[in-house]
Structure formats: structure tokens, C-alpha cells
């Protein structure tokens, strides 16, 4: 089992910064890719960005291209998504999740959650 943990959200406003962190515990976080999703109130959960396990691949959904970018530090079983220039509409609850596998856009794919951390971006 792993147990993954994310932090750093809050309110911020539009134009501004967040970093989210995730940490793991458990099932060895350096051969699981990662990613995030997020779920807005009334929508459904939607893919934000992934990596692979080694660093070298990663995906982003288009909404937020040019302006998140997702790391990790296998050393420390650690992930982050650094978020720029955040917009109202990126407001919703943000989850990390991984898969001892390549990266995937859907939710289905991904065996390992965490239990979100709200973003909202005041206009």
C-alpha cells in the first residue's frame, strides 16, 4: 500500500502562486508514476498533470499548460505541482495519486489517492 498525503493549498488570488505538495509513505514511491487530478463542486474529477517515475516524461491537460509544472524528489518520496499565474476557473480540490506504472490522464488508472487539498482562486 502506499499512502500519499498533499499540502499547500489555500486561497490566493488571481495571478498568483501555489505550490502543492504530496508525500508518500509506503509501496516504494520511486518506481510509481505520479500525477494530479482535480474536482471542481459539480464536475467531475479531471487530469491536471503526471510524470513518470524517473522524471523524464510528463503530460499536462491543456487548461493548464505553459503555467503548472509537476517535479519529484525520489529521495525524499516527495511530488510537487507548482502552479502560476492561477486563474478562478483552476478553483477546486486537488488530489495526488500513483500507480506502480507509466503515466495515465484517467482517474481509473491510478491505484493510489490522496485525500485532496482545496485551491481557490479569488478573482
Known amino acids: 500500500q502506499m499512502r500519499l498525503v498533499e499540502s499547500g493549498g489555500g486561497l490566493v488570488q488571481a495571478g498568483g502562486s501555489l505550490r502543492l505538495s504530496c508525500a508518500a509513505s509506503?509501496?516504494?514511491?520511486?518506481?510509481?508514476?505520479m500525477a494530479w487530478f482535480r474536482q471542481a463542486p459539480g464536475k467531475e474529477r479531471e487530469f491536471v498533470a503526471a510524470?513518470?517515475?524517473?522524471?523524464?516524461?510528463?503530460s499536462y491537460a491543456d487548461s493548464v499548460k505553459g503555467r503548472f509544472s509537476i517535479h519529484r524528489d525520489n529521495s525524499r518520496n516527495t511530488g510537487w505541482l507548482q502552479m502560476n499565474n492561477l486563474k478562478p476557473e483552476d478553483t477546486a480540490v486537488y488530489f495526488c495519486?500513483?500507480?506502480?506504472?507509466?503515466?495515465?490522464?484517467?482517474?481509473?488508472?491510478?491505484?493510489?489517492w490522496g485525500q485532496g487539498t482545496q485551491v481557490t482562486i479569488s478573482s
Open positions: 495519486a500513483a500507480v506502480t506504472g507509466d503515466i495515465s490522464t484517467m482517474t481509473t488508472w491510478y491505484d493510489y
Open positions: 509506503g509501496v516504494t514511491f520511486s518506481s510509481a508514476a
Open positions: 510524470v513518470t517515475w524517473n522524471g523524464v516524461r510528463t
